[in-house]
T-cell receptor, first 112, second 115 residues
Framework: QQQVKQSPQSLIVQKGGISIINCAYE??????FPWYQQFPGKGPALLIA?????SEKKEGRFTISFNKSAKQFSLHIMDSQPGDSATYFC???????????FGTGTRLTIIP | DAGVIQSPRHEVTEMGQEVTLRCKPI?????LFWYRQTMMRGLELLIY????????DSGMPEDRFSAKMPNASFSTLKIQPSEPRDSAVYFC?????????????FGDGTRLSIL
């Protein structure tokens, strides 16, 4: 019940295209959903996060869409650039509990 | 602002040796997390501390692993004795506890290889 399922495992997108990564969860007590971006040799860094009281959050080219009834959330990267090539992790946590449950990661490659 | 600082960045040692990984959290952060990352298992939380007290160590794989946080600015993760299956990248992260969940800030990790 603590799992967060992430797909796809890897994704190749052409420069300028839209990258979409999906996550699904079971535990309805989750109330914080961050996305982390990790470059090779670096630690994960917070990219964008959403709470279930909104259905969408946008920051620049990055958007989280959240569907509470379906228990799914997704990351959309608009106008994808080669610099976006990285591994992306979704995560979730329960209110009042700082423990993050991470998805398995998506390796995104943006090709020219 | 300095981020989370981990040392060493790389460690290669022989099976059976003691390994100590170190972490300095961001000043003012009162929660600290140790993670392990492998291809097979992804990112796993090993243990986390709040105000220097261990809160959840359910992810610590076995008694060979131990973690301490003697003060707000320093933590160690120790493996004794080390085994080849402990080879992984170990991350430390810190956050500031708040009324609602706050982002975790990760260090750049220690790449550990046990021969």
């Amino acid at each position: 019940q603590q799992q967060v399922k992430q797909s796809p495992q890897s994704l190749i997108v052409q420069k300028g295209g839209i990258s979409i990564i999906n996550c699904a969860y079971e535990n309805t007590a989750f109330d914080y959903f961050p996305w982390y971006q990790q470059f090779p040799g670096k630690g994960p860094a917070l990219l964008i996060a959403i709470r279930p009281d909104v259905s969408e959050k946008k920051e620049g080219r990055f958007t989280i869409s959240f569907n509470k009834s379906a228990k799914q959330f997704s990351l959309h990267i608009m106008d994808s650039q080669p610099g976006d090539s990285a591994t992306y992790f979704c995560a979730a946590s329960i209110r009042g509990n700082e423990k993050l449950t991470f998805g398995t990661g998506t390796r995104l490659t943006i090709i020219p | 602002d300095a981020g989370v600082i981990q040392s060493p960045r790389h460690e290669v040692t022989e099976m059976g040796q003691e390994v100590t990984l170190r972490c300095k959290p961001i000043s003012g952060h009162n929660s600290l997390f140790w993670y392990r990352q492998t291809m097979m298992r992804g990112l796993e939380l090993l243990i986390y501390f709040n105000n220097n007290v261990p809160i959840d160590d359910s992810g610590m794989p076995e008694d060979r692993f131990s973690a301490k946080m003697p003060n707000a600015s320093f933590s160690t993760l120790k493996i004794q004795p080390s085994e080849p299956r402990d080879s992984a990248v170990y991350f430390c992260a810190s956050s500031k506890t708040g009324a609602r969940n706050q982002p975790q800030h990760f260090g750049d990790g220690t790449r550990l290889s046990i021969l």
